[in-house]
């Protein structure tokens, strides 16, 4: 309608999309997710010092402190269904100024407990922070389900950040 004032209808609003923050530290992926408008279902974090910091900047986020029992933790409620996880794992293990131990290290081996809730929880999207270390430790064998790693996740695809 040139000149005019052209009336649309408006579109139904969609539900935010929601996330599960795990090794949520002090919610560096939190707070821009929800300034996108996306809704945090859960925290997971093991430091008490941040969990303060989060229970203080996010009051209504339900909270759990460790990882590996995280699986039994989201079960024990109703909970709502997750679009993307969240995660910066522990990088110790594969920092180059590290040991180099790999996903077989005792704090970057959590990797795999990450894994685990992420096979139960079953988000649409996944989005890991970690060091480059993590595709070069052991030539990136412990992510590719390379000798030693039966059973455990592969990942595909890489989007790497600059």
Same mark, same amino acid.
């Given at each position: 309608m =040139?000149?005019?004032v052209?009336?649309?209808?408006?579109?139904?609003?969609?539900?935010?999309?929601? *996330?599960?923050?795990? *090794?949520?530290?002090v919610?560096?992926?939190?707070?821009p997710?929800?300034?996108?408008?996306?809704?945090?279902v859960?925290? !997971?974090?093991?430091?008490?010092?941040?969990?303060? &910091?989060?229970?203080?900047?996010?009051p209504? !986020?339900?909270?759990?402190?460790?990882?590996?029992?995280?699986?039994? +933790?989201?079960h024990?409620?109703?909970?709502?269904a997750?679009?993307?996880?969240?995660a910066g794992f522990p990088?110790q293990d594969?920092? &180059?100024?590290?040991?180099?131990?790999?996903l077989?290290?005792?704090r970057?081996?959590?990797?795999?407990?990450?894994?685990? &809730?992420?096979? %139960? &929880?079953?988000?649409? +999207?996944v989005?890991?922070?970690? !060091? =480059?270390?993590?595709?070069?430790?052991?030539?990136?064998?412990?992510?590719?389900g390379?000798?030693?790693?039966?059973?455990?996740?592969?990942?595909r695809? *890489?989007?790497?950040? %600059?």
């Amino acid at each position: 309608m =040139p000149g005019g004032v052209r009336h649309l209808t408006p579109s139904p609003r969609r539900p935010p999309l929601r *996330f599960l923050s795990l *090794f949520a530290g002090v919610g560096g992926f939190d707070l821009p997710l929800i300034r996108l408008g996306m809704e945090c279902v859960g925290q !997971v974090e093991l430091d008490p010092g941040c969990r303060s &910091v989060l229970a203080r900047h996010f009051p209504e !986020v339900p909270r759990h402190d460790d990882i590996r029992t995280t699986t039994g +933790w989201w079960h024990t409620r109703g909970r709502p269904a997750v679009d993307l996880a969240c995660a910066g794992f522990p990088c110790q293990d594969l920092s &180059v100024a590290g040991r180099r131990a790999g996903l077989a290290g005792a704090r970057s081996g959590l990797f795999f407990d990450l894994a685990g &809730v992420l096979d %139960a &929880v079953s988000p649409g +999207w996944v989005l890991l922070e970690n !060091v =480059p270390g993590l595709l070069s430790s052991n030539r990136g064998a412990g992510l590719r389900g390379g000798p030693g790693n039966a059973g455990r996740p592969r990942v595909r695809r *890489f989007l790497a950040g %600059a």
